[in-house]
């Protein structure tokens, strides 16, 4: 009884596996078909939903977009234009901000760039951060 028990969690586990990397994949193979529609398709669904965990937004221009309590886990955001952007209380944990422009984006009245930097969010030297200063000057 017990073995197949293990048996059938075993086998759930490998199915959501499944699932999951079938997703993935249909995921790879759009953004290599149309990268820019890929894009446009996530803008959409970031503003109608408010979550775009995981997903590609390389590039995309969100200038004072209200993303306020947004879902954005793992996101790719690199490159992304963000100044003026609502980011108060959203999630960026693991977000790819490397590049991404945040000026004057606001996540909280004092110290946006600290709450932005604490977020865990990735970041490079070209990460322009809501005071305007570049991330590689604040580390």
Known sequence: ?????????????????L?????????IEE???DPQ??????????LATNKCQNCYLRG???????????NLTGANLELTKLQQ?????????????????????YETNQFPDKKIIESGAIFDEKTTL????????IK
Request: charged share 20%; proline share 1%; net charge positive.
């Open 19 to 27: 699932l999951v990397s079938n997703g993935l994949q249909a995921m």
């Open 85 to 105: 952007a609502n980011l108060r209380g959203a999630n960026l944990t693991g977000a790819d901000l490397r590049g991404a422009n945040l000026t004057n984006a």
């Open 37 to 46: 529609a890929l894009i446009e398709k996530n803008v959409k669904t970031l």
């Open 60 to 70: 995309a221009l969100l200038l004072m977009t209200n993303l306020n309590g947004a």
């Open 31 to 33: 953004h290599e078909k």
């Open 130 to 137: 809501p005071s305007g200063k570049k991330y590689s000057k």
């Open 1 to 17: 009884m017990k073995n197949n028990r293990i048996n059938l969690r075993l086998l759930c586990t490998l199915s959501s596996i």
